[in-house]
């Protein structure tokens, strides 16, 4: 055997190894992060399903809704407090003190309000925060960990390539001795 057949048997070879081996990083990657696609015959049957529909009308779409709330529920949403008027013989200044100290402690009730929503508002917020961060980290941890694996795929596909071009400028010299 001469020196240019065993050089074109080489790259014969390594050409062949060099596709499988891409071959098989684009698998990888594919398996890894591509999207669940059907075989042929899956991509065939929603071609023809995609046609079929085209030519029937769709099914009218009929819908009701109800809603339902308990006693209980209800109940528990709601605080009442009961006030007592004054006599009804009470003069207007015994009146007038009345309505001062409804107001009085209306404006006390309003304050707790005030800062219980505002007290309420600010842990809604800070537990926003937190789980914002902590998604925000975890889909950083996903995205390097696809970065990673991915590169890997890459990399291998490149290095199949490379066995492939090397194969072939062996065949070309093995071809032209």
Known sequence: MT????LTVIGGCLQL???AVAGLG???????YGRERPGTWGQAKEWLGALRRIFQPLPPVAGTATMVISADAAGAAFNATVVAAPAPDATAAEREQFLVERVIWLQREAGRLRESVANEGRELRAAVDHLSGAMNERADQLRRGIDSAMADGLAQEALGLWFAAVGAVLAIIGAAI
Do not use: Y
């Open 26 to 32: 684009v698998r990888r990657t594919r398996l890894e």
């Open 3 to 6: 020196a240019g057949a065993v």
């Open 17 to 19: 190894v060099g596709l």
